[in-house]
């Protein structure tokens, strides 16, 4: 099978004010929330690595439109947007940042670490490419009990240099899973720019060898990511197998948050900011389509952040976990029995 071309950019004309204003929401609650997130690094209330997606909003919540129940989703350590977009509750992501009882790993996994068998979310991946192994893993389980359920595996550019992406690749397309392999490209992995670690940039080309179709796609805007999305889903939920996006996007925060960013300029990051920032070009669709007035965005603005910092209150008042709990859930007391 052929890999295809890159997909045309979408117009808004057929999306309805309500789905804009959807988008509009998602995204800025998971920026809100980051800053907040930093804002507690800051003083020192949340310990241990933090890794803030701000900039990338626009590719979960793409994605996340396409989405169904029973759809599954993992992805690496830099995974706040992915766990707040798939509807997990923010005061438990916050408790869990703060190492708080309140936390969705009773405050014993802290960022990297979370995950909700409710909404179908499978962490939270410290190891680069782990997860994406599991993702195949997750879209096998799927295949085997015959629904069409999909899972969307997410990794960064710099994962998809590393081995384990194409043994998961030769699996997926052979048995034909049902797994969506979401490529972040943010263009840097850590400190290393894409310029430097690849020859071949175009990582969703590199499903042609093994038979999976693909296609490159505006991560800065959440529309062209829906499209793409809604093209990939139906792919796998019609049984043929994996298929790759490659989001070209972007972030605007540090790897984690004691980097140095050193191997770009500011100057790099404003343009980003000022010409591409996916929030301010919904915003601008909502303002000149006329779906929405200045004040309509403020009370927006304004229930958003009323949500962020009910999470950080709820997450300072949580108390720690009990000296107990240094013992439990370390090994399985009974193995999952699923039909
Ligand atoms: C196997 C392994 N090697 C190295 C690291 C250290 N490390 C953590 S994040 C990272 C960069 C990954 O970049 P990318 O996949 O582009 O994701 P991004 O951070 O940009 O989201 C590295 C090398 C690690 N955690 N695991
Ligand atoms: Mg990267």
Not at 180 to 194: D, K, L, P, R
Not at 212 to 222: H, K, P, R, S
């Amino acid at each position: 099978m052929a890999a295809k071309k890159p997909a045309s950019k979408t117009t808004p004309s057929n999306v309805s004010a309500e789905e804009l204003k959807a988008y509009y929401k998602d995204m800025l609650l998971i920026r809100r929330f980051e800053e907040k997130a930093g804002q507690l690094y800051g003083m020192g209330l949340i310990g241990g690595f933090c890794h803030l997606y701000i900039g990338q909003e626009a590719v979960v919540v793409g994605l996340e439109a396409t989405a169904k129940e029973g759809d599954k989703r993992i992805t690496s350590y830099r995974d706040h947007g992915h766990m707040l977009a798939c509807g997990m509750d923010p005061k438990g992501v916050m408790a869990e940042l703060t190492g708080r009882e309140g936390g969705y790993s009773k405050g014993k996994g802290g960022s990297m670490h979370m995950f909700s068998k409710e909404k179908h979310f499978y962490g939270g991946h410290g190891i680069v490419a782990a997860q994406v192994p599991l993702g195949a893993g997750l879209a096998f389980s799927d295949k085997y009990k015959g629904n069409d359920n999909v899972t969307f595996t997410y990794f960064g550019d710099g994962a998809a240099n590393q081995g384990q992406v194409y043994e998961a690749y030769n699996m997926a397309e052979i048995w034909d899973l049902p797994c969506i392999f979401v490529i972040e490209n943010n263009q840097y992995a850590m400190g290393t720019s894409t310029k430097r670690s690849t020859h071949s940039p175009s990582y969703w080309e590199r499903g042609a060898a093994y038979g999976i179709q693909g296609e490159e796609v505006d991560g800065m805007d959440v529309l062209a990511v829906k499209a793409a999305g809604e093209t990939a889903v139906a792919h796998c939920r019609a049984g043929k197998g994996p298929y790759i996006l490659e989001i070209k996007t972007y972030r605007y925060r540090g790897h984690s948050m004691s980097d140095p960013a050193k191997y770009r300029t500011r100057e790099e990051v404003q343009k980003m900011r000022s010409e591409r920032d996916p929030i301010e070009a919904i915003r601008t669709l909502l303002l000149t389509g006329k779906h929405a007035t200045e004040d309509d965005l403020k009370a927006i603005d304004k229930e958003i952040k009323a949500v962020v910092n009910e999470s950080a209150e709820f997450a300072k008042e949580s108390p720690e976990p009990h000296l107990d709990e240094l013992w439990t859930d370390i090994y399985a007391t009974e193995v999952p029995q699923e039909a």
